[in-house]
Every structure is written in structure tokens, then in C-alpha cells.
């Protein structure tokens, strides 16, 4: 009885601990990460409009010491290869990512088991749900459960095991170091370079240091190009370069609305794992947070699957509202003359 659960929910990331926190008492739930959440991870740490909206969905407000200043009131892109620059306003909350995932997985923890350090390795559909292998440490050992969450990010075991047949979302290398803080550097810097990047570069300012990356299509380049992205910054704003620390991840950039898939038959993804993601910006926390409470709240139906897809449809329309966006800001020209006008999004 020890490894049967009525819900297991594999990633314990903003889509995993929003769905764990809303599940109702008294099911028997587990939650799953293979590492440490609370240690922070490859993320700029911005709460845009619709994260805000997610967050305040939950109905909490975030403890003191999460939100951090300076918070940037606007962004400034750059074309490095037309020299066109552009300022518009963005009201953004900045975070210590590692203090918000703290804060969002003691949420969770009053709602389910939680197991850091464990992987699901394996995962097959039975009669009545599922059966899932986990690896902690060198022990394995199979849990079996009606209900199946994949939260587990961009590089989901569970969605590859489980939907195949479904197309892969295409995947970034994403890239980020920190440096010592910037002086005078209050808001966000956007880089945008095809020659080092099709995507594009990204410099924050912390309380105590500063946050550049970047994220590469072509994996086999993404060093050097990272250097000269993190060279280039340093001269515009006056950081010294000395990496105090890096991190990466894979980033999801879905491209058509067939690569998203909200799982079915007992099965709900949330997150990246479900390809929920801007293709233009790469903001994830807004899709997480909304999709890992809906997958909740669908559980709580006679047939969780078809709840959840009202819910998931509104999000994946709100990622296909992006995709034009992407194909100009990524196209050099079509880049060009967006950034002549006052509107540039």
C-alpha cells in the first residue's frame, strides 16, 4: 500500500508544486523531482503580467524576501546587426527563482509526499492506471497510480514514454551565468545578434549580481558563441567579467500547435512537458502555474482528462498567439522594421 497513490505528479517545478498545492484533501498524492528544486535553475527570474495573474489565481502573495530589486520598468533591445535599438515599458516582479521554488514546493508539501532525488525512469499504462518505476539513489521501485501528472520540463520521460505518436516540441540550449553586479544596469537588456544566436541574449540586474544568457539552437556552437554574448554585455554596461556561477537547460520552442499535447486517458501534462511555452520569449512561469492548477482542478472530475481540456485549449491558444510574433522578432529583417515602431512588442 506504501507505493499506491491516487495521483503522481513527476516534476516538482512551478507546474508540479501548482498542481499538488490545489489538489483537494485527502488524496493521496506524491510528488516527484530528480534533483533539488530549491537550488535554483536557469531562469531570468521575471514575473510578467500573466504570471502575475497566475499567481494571484492561487490565491497567495509572495513572502518577503522572494521578490527582489531592482525591478525593471522596461527593456531595452538591441539589434547588435542593424544598430536599431527600441525601449518599451514592462512592469516586471523579480524573484530569486530559488526562493520561489522554495516557496511554491512548501505549498505543495502540504498537499503531498514529496521524494527530491527521484527519477521516473519508466512509466506504462495498467488496467487501472499507472505503473511507474522511480530511481532514488541506486534503489528502484515501482509505484502504481490511478492518476499520472507529467510536470517534468522540456525533456519529458513521461511524455516520450506515454504519447510517442505526438510530435516532439524542438528544443534550445539555454545558457546563463552570473556576474558581479552591473552599476546602473536597472532593467532588462535584450540582445539580438544571427550570428550568435537565432534566438536571442539576455542580461538582469539582481541585488547582488547580475544575470546574462542566452539560447542555441545548434548545439555543437553554443560555447563560443555564450563568450563572445557574455564579452558583449560586459563592454555595453561596465560588468566585469568573472563568472561567479553558471547554469543551463533545455528550453522548449514550439513551433506548431500539434506539438502540444495535454496527455489524456488518466494522463495530464503540464509545463513544458506539455509544450506550454512563449516561442517568442521563452516565458514558461504563466503556463506552468495555470496549467499545473487546471490539471488539478480537472482531477477533481469524473473524467479528469476531458476537464482538463477547455483549460488547456485557452492555453495553447494563448502560445499560438506567438507564433507570429517569433517568426518577426527572429527574422533579421522583419526584426529591422518592427524595431522602427513605438509598438514593438
Known amino acids: 500500500m506504501s507505493n499506491i497513490y491516487d495521483v503522481l505528479v513527476v516534476g516538482a517545478g512551478a507546474a508540479g508544486c501548482a498542481c499538488a498545492t490545489r489538489l483537494a484533501r485527502g488524496v493521496r498524492a506524491l510528488l516527484v523531482d530528480r534533483g533539488d528544486p530549491t537550488r535554483g535553475r536557469c531562469c531570468g527570474g521575471l514575473i510578467a503580467h500573466d504570471a ?10 509572495l513572502p518577503e524576501g522572494v521578490r527582489v530589486k531592482p525591478e525593471p520598468r522596461s527593456v531595452h533591445a538591441l539589434d547588435l546587426e542593424s544598430g536599431i535599438e527600441q525601449h518599451y515599458r514592462r512592469c516586471y516582479w523579480n524573484v530569486d527563482r530559488a526562493r520561489f521554488d522554495a516557496w511554491l514546493l512548501d505549498m505543495a508539501r502540504e498537499r503531498a509526499e514529496f ?3 527521484t527519477q521516473a525512469t519508466a512509466a506504462a499504462r495498467t488496467a487501472t492506471g499507472f505503473r511507474v518505476t522511480l530511481r532514488e539513489g541506486g534503489r528502484t521501485s515501482d509505484v502504481l497510480c490511478r492518476f499520472l501528472v507529467g510536470a517534468d520540463g522540456a525533456s519529458s520521460g513521461i511524455r516520450r514514454a506515454l504519447v510517442p505518436d505526438v510530435p516532439a516540441v524542438p528544443k534550445m540550449i539555454a545558457l546563463q551565468v552570473d556576474l558581479p553586479s552591473a552599476p546602473g544596469l536597472e532593467n532588462q537588456e535584450v540582445l539580438f545578434s544571427s550570428r550568435l544566436t537565432d534566438f536571442y541574449a539576455w ?76 516561442p517568442s520569449s521563452g516565458e514558461g512561469i504563466s503556463f506552468a502555474l495555470a496549467s499545473g492548477m ?14 482538463y481540456t477547455r483549460p488547456f485549449a485557452a492555453l495553447a491558444r494563448r502560445v499560438q498567439t506567438k507564433f507570429l510574433k ?20
Open 115 to 117: 521524494r527530491p532525488g
Open 52 to 61: 502575475k495573474a497566475a499567481i494571484a489565481a492561487l490565491g497567495v502573495r
Open 294 to 307: 487546471a490539471a488539478a482542478a480537472a482531477l477533481t472530475s469524473a473524467e479528469p482528462a476531458r476537464a
Open 203 to 278: 542580461a538582469i540586474p539582481k541585488p547582488d549580481r547580475t544575470l546574462v544568457g542566452a539560447a542555441f539552437s545548434d548545439p555543437h556552437a553554443t560555447r563560443p558563441r555564450f563568450d563572445e554574448v557574455v564579452r558583449v554585455f560586459c563592454a555595453q554596461h561596465g560588468i566585469e567579467n568573472r563568472v561567479l556561477s553558471r547554469s543551463s537547460r533545455l528550453l522548449s520552442r514550439p513551433s506548431r500547435r500539434k506539438q502540444l499535447c495535454p496527455g489524456g486517458d488518466g494522463l495530464l501534462l503540464c509545463g513544458e512537458a506539455a509544450g506550454l511555452v512563449s
Open 326 to 345: 517569433a517568426r518577426i522578432i527572429f527574422s533579421p529583417h522583419l526584426r529591422r522594421l518592427a524595431l522602427r515602431l513605438p509598438w514593438y512588442p
